[in-house]
């Protein structure tokens, strides 16, 4: 093949990279970076790489969080650094771009995780991954890229420890030899002049400053519901080991998804302090997975308070879910249906008297510090609703476990003719428990 030059010249920390990174890759990196200019030109070199060696149809794959951001942060620069390329042809309805004859690259948004699967690729890169569901690399990009050992980076800034984050723990380990971590802070670079540093350290609050220019996992979300009072709780030692105690019922708080994610928080009540002991969600399976779930574990439960919606039919059976879970077992109390901004002041309300398992309820933890509102990108505004992302059913789980809590919003609730007995409380110490409770004989925590 004929040298082809193409018009990139990368800084030198660019250039580096490009030499250093491992298949897979994780680098985080500072706003202002060059990071989606770097990723398209690195796509192009590992395409052109595959067909070197001879792979037929070499396939490069870009995924940003949703399709338009795709078009509108890197097409124009994919099409900038192809256009040169013999062959080129670039489809701009479908965001992919042809050269040398049967060499491709695509874009992808993550909101669209269908119009990926099945798909083989030589190269991806994942922009601003902490944006995206966590399923998109394990189900979605890592099989494709099993056929030809392809490569993958995982680009970004951080927006708390979220999927990115446990990816670059991942690369941090010495024992896994494919994988290589970079992080890149404005400090450091020298990429962004100190006087607008100086600048953007004025018109921004410290933690924005500290996640957008210095790559702080720890710094809070912009909008989080209850990022203040995770940070203020987590300072006061509320998330730390949190063994079950088996004097006590456990209870659980769901939310349903449909084709969605199922979380399931898992607690118990000692006098006004509760407990998070366990924390379990999965997406894909059906109630009778959850029902044997809980079966599997060694709890003994009391009640399983479950969102309003459950009672809700399904057309192709006419049974409700709620009825199905009974059937299953599982008898579910149902949750007021209050609105939203109600359920996410209890939550406030209820924090600071958890205590959260570091371990098993990692990842809801991790949710409830990023839960946020929702904004709106043409007005530039926070919308009155929260953002419907991979935090969502964490936060609305425990949303309903602080309702089915607070006295107010349990008052509203109507009466539900469900039996009280469990067919998950082998031992029929229901009422024992409550009786536990009530009489605060066990007022203590061995654990603390």
Known sequence: MSQITIPYRPRPIQKDLHNTVGRFSVVVCHRRFGKTVWAINKIIKDVIAAKQKGLPRPRGTYVAPLFKQAKKVAWDYAKFYCENLPGYKANESELRIDFLGDCRLELYGADNPDAIRGIYS???VLDEVAQMNPKMWSEVIRPALSDRAGLASFIGTPKGKN???ELWKEAQKEDNLEWTAHL??????????DGELLSARNDMTEEEYAQEYECSWEAAIKGAYYGKTMESIS????????PWEPSLMVNTAWDLGMDDLTAIWMYQICDREVWLIDYYENSGAGLDHYAKYLKEQEYVYGKHYLPHDINVKE??????????LRGLGVKGQVVPNVPVDDGINAVRSLLPRCYFDEKNCERG???????????DEMRQTPRQRPRHDWTSHAADGFRYLAISIDEKLVGRRQTQAVSDYNVLDPYGQDQRGQQTVADGTLGYMPWK
């Open 122 to 124: 030589d190269s991806a």
């Open 163 to 165: 999927v990115f984050w």
């Open 184 to 193: 890149f802070r404005a400090s450091e670079t020298g990429y962004v002049d």
């Open 235 to 242: 300072k006061a030692g509320h998330i730390k080991r949190v």
């Open 315 to 324: 057309l192709g059976t006419g049974v409700s879910r709620l009825k199905t």
């Open 365 to 375: 933890i991790e949710a409830l510090r990023q839960y946020r509102v929702d904004w």
